[in-house]
């Protein structure tokens, strides 16, 4: 019942900049973690960005510095903000939130279908 959207993919050419959004909507009673991950064609899906509900994120190595992701609790989302994006960072971007019915529920984790991020050279 918990839906993800992301947005904001697209095809842009290398050193620019993207925004990409996720909103969490659906029935759920709290969010404790929402996350960006991106998958390259050929390679395993890897994290990118993390956020629980404290005011700390965290970021892979790889996109330190160029990346920043932000969440509003009160809005159920999260946003990315790539800039100086390179070749490399060509994938499918997904985000991940983690969430509970109750207080007495155990947490699951729903996924989006996605968004494409394509970086030309």
């Known amino acids: 019942q918990v839906q993800v959207t992301e947005s904001g993919g697209g095809l842009v050419q290398a050193g620019s900049s993207l925004k990409l959004s996720c909103v969490a909507s659906?029935?759920?009673?709290?969010?404790?973690?929402m996350a960006w991950y991106r998958q390259a064609p050929g390679q395993r899906r890897e994290i990118i960005a993390e956020?629980?509900?404290?005011?700390?994120?965290g970021y892979a190595d790889s996109v330190k510095g160029r990346f920043t992701a932000s969440r509003d609790n009160k809005k159920n989302s999260m946003d990315l903000q790539m800039n100086n994006l390179k070749p490399e960072d060509t994938a499918v971007y997904y985000c991940?939130?983690?969430?509970?019915?109750?207080?007495?529920?155990?947490?699951?984790?729903?996924w989006g279908q996605g968004t494409q991020v394509i970086v030309s050279s």
């Open positions: 659906g029935r759920f009673f709290i969010i404790n973690r």
């Open positions: 956020a629980t509900r404290g005011r700390s994120i």
């Open positions: 991940a939130v983690d969430s509970t019915k109750s207080p007495l529920v155990s947490g699951t984790t729903s």
